[in-house]
């Protein structure tokens, strides 16, 4: 009888996934900043666009008079990026409804989202309502193509 250890079986497939020579790219991360408040230019849907492997997305929402706004990112549907946006208080868990009294105020925000892998991508941007514990999207998705990126190292002709 032979004992196959637990590990055969992760080696193996690590292994395969290593010999196509190709690297995993990074889990994206979502940078959110606030840009001030909206001039008469600003409209309300959001725009996105690419700079190499990142994703842009400015948009305007409200924000917690005091609070921050906290930006996370879900790329497990492949082709679709998913940015959610919440309150952030401090000392107040994401979570929990704010209280009713808040006072907000209207910001112009840019997400950074990335890095992303080649590809065309639908960008859905939601806002987390902790009262309802559902996430609102108000938009239709964005549509961005992310090109093939070259390394400085790599020659040209080379992939």
Known sequence: MVKVSRAVPLLALMAGACAHGASPMPVPEA?????GEPGPDHAGSPVASVEGALVMVRG???????????????????????????????GWPLDAPLPRDIRYRTIVYQATVGPLAPGGYDVVVGRYDPRS???EVRNEPL??????????????GET
Request: hydrophobic fraction near 30%; proline fraction near 9%; charge should be positive.
């Open 31 to 35: 940078r959110v900043r606030v840009l």
């Open 60 to 90: 305007t929402t409200r924000q917690v008079e005091g609070g921050g706004i906290y930006g996370d990112v879900d790329v497990s549907d492949p082709g679709t990026i998913r940015l959610t946006l919440y309150d952030s208080l401090p």
């Open 143 to 156: 549509h961005v193509k992310v090109p093939l990126v070259r390394s400085r190292s790599q020659p040209p």
């Open 133 to 135: 514990r559902l996430i």
